[in-house]
């Protein structure tokens, strides 16, 4: 049985250390943290603090100079080049900035792509592509190619392919970084109430902080290190709990008599 609590991702003293000839780039400078099953986590800081070098050593892009990435219990830089493919397929998505989509293909052919490396009958992938397209609100927009759409609608086509497997954990690089601010929030809510629906695992880079908000906990980052770490969920809850003790304290009153809840006359 799995725990509801468990860590899906550790980050153990995570470093990547770039040589540029004789310099030395410190990207990812010693950075250890934990992300819970179904939490919705942020990355968040200015440009070139690091934040694409973490999430791309988290999803097995980068190669760690140092320290250890565990997902799921594995530890992901310790896997052959074969096992680490196959595991992405079977547990990974991604959602990139500037869409990676396949210009030849229409919308719902780069929808069904994930599922034909994972061989799956061209009949059910159809359907769950088209299904995943309708989710994301673009059923009407199955047969047109990238070029045949909007930034929003194209990003749209990008989720619907990092979600058609059902991952247990979708990273996203700035996915509204090329998109305009009202927009952005559409697809930002698309993107966290499909994780919600399904309860997966969102790890997020952003550097703009009113889209860092939409995340249960933001990391900040600063010169590849960790500055701050804001569980935005637990300052819910305590503005929550500092509601309630005015009503607790008003039903007291009447209880106590101090002020009558009915005259009984
Ligand atoms: P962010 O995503 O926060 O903007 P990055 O992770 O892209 O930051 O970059 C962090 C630092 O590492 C920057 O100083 C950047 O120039 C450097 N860097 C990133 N990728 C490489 C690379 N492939 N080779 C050398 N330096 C790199
Ligand atoms: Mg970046």
Request: charged share 30%; glycine share 8%.
């Amino acid at each position: 049985m799995k725990n509801k609590n468990e860590n899906i991702i550790e980050v153990k003293n995570a470093k990547k250390i770039y040589r540029m000839g004789k310099e030395k780039i410190v990207a990812v400078d010693d950075v250890s943290f934990t992300v819970k099953k179904g939490e919705f986590c942020c990355l968040y800081g200015a440009s070139g603090s690091g934040k694409s070098t973490l999430l791309n050593l988290m999803a097995g892009i980068e190669k760690l100079t140092g320290g250890q990435i565990i997902i799921k219990g594995r530890n992901i830089h310790r896997m052959s080049e074969k096992g680490l493919a196959k595991f992405r397929q079977n547990s990974l998505g991604f959602v990139f900035q500037s869409y990676n989509l396949l210009n030849s293909m229409t919308a719902l052919e780069n929808v069904e792509l994930p599922l034909i490396f994972k061989h799956m009958n061209r009949k059910r992938r159809r359907r769950l592509a088209r299904q995943m397209l309708i989710n994301v609100g673009l059923g009407d927009r199955q047969k047109h190619k990238p070029k045949e759409m909007s930034g929003g609608q194209q990003q749209r086509v990008g989720i619907a392919r990092a979600f058609v497997s059902n991952p247990e954990i979708v990273f996203a690089d700035e996915p509204t970084g090329n998109l305009d601010s009202k927009t952005s929030k559409e697809v930002m809510d698309i993107i966290k109430n499909m994780a919600k629906a399904n309860n997966q695992t969102i790890v997020m880079v952003t550097h703009d902080k009113d889209l860092a908000e939409y995340a249960d906990r933001i990391i900040h980052i600063f010169d590849g290190r960790i500055e701050e770490i804001v569980d935005l969920k637990k300052e819910k809850a305590i503005e929550q709990e500092e509601l309630e003790p005015d009503q607790e304290l008003s039903d007291a009153y009447i209880e106590g008599g101090v002020i009558p809840a009915e005259n009984p006359g």
